[in-house]
């Protein structure tokens, strides 16, 4: 059965950084697509930054040069870095798993999804 578990999330000033983790488990880790989305409350669940199987990544434009997308495949977790945190950051981030074919921010490719990890930037 998988399973994706996040953790890191808490309550930042903006300016501030927060890493979240997810780890991985009941999969082949390596053979996916992995990816961190997030959710604010009123909007829509939007894509963040997804990684490849090869290493290669993505970002939404808004996040681009503040936030870093990792992966560690010997110990099956996902990260995000996150730096100078703004308000609008704030929202419930979600890992992704999917398959490799569709490694993108768009909301058809993950094939599952964590429980989430809420984000809070305070100004």
């Known amino acids: 059965q998988v399973q994706l578990v996040e953790s890191g999330g808490g309550s930042v000033q903006a300016g501030g950084s927060l890493r979240l983790s997810c780890a991985a488990s009941g999969y082949t880790y390596s053979s996916y697509c992995m990816g961190w989305f997030r959710q604010a409350p009123g909007k829509e669940r939007e894509g963040v930054a997804v990684?490849?199987?090869?290493?290669?990544?993505g970002y939404a434009d808004s996040v681009k040069g503040r936030f870093t997308i990792s992966q560690d495949n010997a110990k099956n977790t996902l990260y995000l870095q996150m730096n100078s945190l703004k308000p609008e950051d704030t929202a419930m981030y979600y890992c992704?798993?999917?398959?490799?074919?569709?490694?993108?921010?768009?909301?058809?490719?993950?094939?599952?999804w964590g429980q989430g990890t809420q984000v809070t930037v305070s100004s």
């Open positions: 990684i490849s199987r090869s290493g290669s990544t």
């Open positions: 992704a798993a999917g398959q490799p074919d569709v490694c993108t921010l768009r909301l058809t490719m993950p094939d599952y």
